[in-house]
């Protein structure tokens, strides 16, 4: 591929000459009536000096190989969003039939973490299709293109804005319990009104992936081009409301929690802080690396190109890593804000029995073998952060 720019200009001058070659016989082998055309063509002073023809090929640039990146793409990413699609599947699922077979939507955090597991579940289910564009060649036509990436991007928003308004809440709760507690009968209902408002602005923050999503080079992509200026616009949104907003009102809200939890009895505060510091380290795992390496993709395609072909096959490599990190959130948010609660897990622990999963004995043991061997009263008031 690399002889490509230069063996392109030399079979040009070779047709070139060629073709002048073959008018010159044409016309020595052939009579032509004085006046047939009010065109008279005079071949004998067409002529060319290709002894001294020269050109720079110092202006063309070396194609960028990026066969290397493709043939890991294929392995990596459709292995790792079979992963991410079957552990995501079974633990939002999970949540999803706890909460409706418990009738659990008792709090605001109860709704909030519905509707996360929806938007989860959501995602999921798009993940076979990534890992099929990801493999071979995109034959699902561009209705399907357009509804993957939609699927992608209102999940996404959502569930980014349903994580901070779960901040604000537990914040409320906790650091602000007197002013909360006398909304506490309207809790439910403005949770879901709050979920509402939250799907619709994800829509609408998804309303260029409807639109620009295209089939390109047998490709689903929302851009035209490495160098698309409308790349360059969805990708700072999404960095700026996807993740620095979140990250900015997660820590305002967490840091406040943590400071009133100091004041509360050792067991509680120790766990909750152990909850939250758990909750902010996969927030920024999975967002932080990849976020960054979408910051640095947005400045190369602001820029017009890559600096050379080793940067850009490495920036892609990143890119495609870290996406599938954070693509990991959607798996890691039902152990995390749903099965680490106590009474969450005790419920999920009875549906299983109930599902035939587990047996009476199992479950009797999970259930008090823990509370007897924590050596205290394990109850909703010793997880004072989680449902």
Same mark, same amino acid.
């Given at each position: ?174 650091? &602000? =319990?007197? %002013?909360?507690? !006398?909304? @506490?009968?309207?809790? *439910?209902? /403005?949770?879901? +009104? ?68 100091? &004041? =509360?009895? %050792?067991?509680? !505060?120790? @766990?909750?802080?152990? *909850?939250? /510091?758990?909750? +902010? ?68 622990? &009875? ?37």
């Amino acid at each position: 591929m690399r002889y490509l720019p230069n063996l392109l200009p030399a079979v040009l001058i070779w047709l070139m000459h060629f073709k002048c070659c073959l008018f010159q016989h044409e016309e020595n082998t052939t009579s032509y009536p004085e006046k047939t055309s009010s065109l008279n063509y005079d071949y004998d002073n067409f002529t060319m000096d290709f002894e001294n023809f020269s050109m720079d090929y110092s202006e063309y640039n070396n194609y960028c190989v990026k066969e290397s990146n493709r043939q890991f793409r294929r392995w990596f990413m459709s292995t790792f969003y079979s992963i991410i699609f079957f552990l995501g599947l079974t633990g939002n699922l999970l949540v999803i039939l706890t909460f409706f077979y418990f009738k659990r939507l008792k709090t605001m955090t109860d709704v909030f973490l519905l509707n996360l597991s929806f938007a989860d579940l959501l995602f999921a289910m798009s993940l076979p299709f990534w890992a099929a564009n990801s493999m071979a060649e995109w034959v699902l036509g561009l209705l399907v293109c357009k509804a993957m990436h939609t699927i992608y991007k209102v999940s996404f928003y959502s569930s980014m804005f349903i994580l901070s308004f779960i901040s604000v809440e537990r914040y409320f709760v906790i650091a &602000k =319990a007197v %002013s909360a507690h !006398r909304y @506490r009968s309207k809790a *439910v209902f /403005l949770s879901k +009104v709050s979920s509402a408002a939250i799907w619709v602005m994800a829509l609408i923050f998804s309303i260029p992936e409807m639109r620009y999503t295209t089939v390109n080079n047998k490709t689903c992509t929302p851009y035209s081009s490495n160098s698309d200026k409308l790349r360059v616009s969805i990708q700072s949104t999404q960095i700026v409301l996807a993740f620095a907003l979140p990250l900015l009102i997660m820590s305002i809200c967490y840091s406040s929690i943590i400071q009133t939890l100091s &004041k =509360a009895r %050792s067991f509680e !505060r120790n @766990r909750a802080i152990k *909850v939250i /510091l758990a909750v +902010v380290a996969v927030f920024l795992v999975c967002q932080v690396p990849y976020n960054l390496v979408l910051f640095l993709n947005t400045v190369v395609t602001a820029q017009g190109r890559a600096v050379d072909c080793d940067f850009e096959n490495n920036l892609l490599y990143a890119t495609d890593v870290t996406q599938c990190v954070a693509f990991l959130r959607c798996c890691l948010n039902p152990f995390v804000y749903a099965f680490i609660g106590v009474k969450f897990r005790h419920d999920l622990l &009875k549906l299983m029995k109930e599902l035939g999963c587990m047996s009476q004995s199992r479950f009797v043991r999970y259930k008090y073998g823990r509370r007897r061997s924590s050596g205290a009263t394990e109850t909703e008031t010793t997880t004072t952060f989680s449902p």
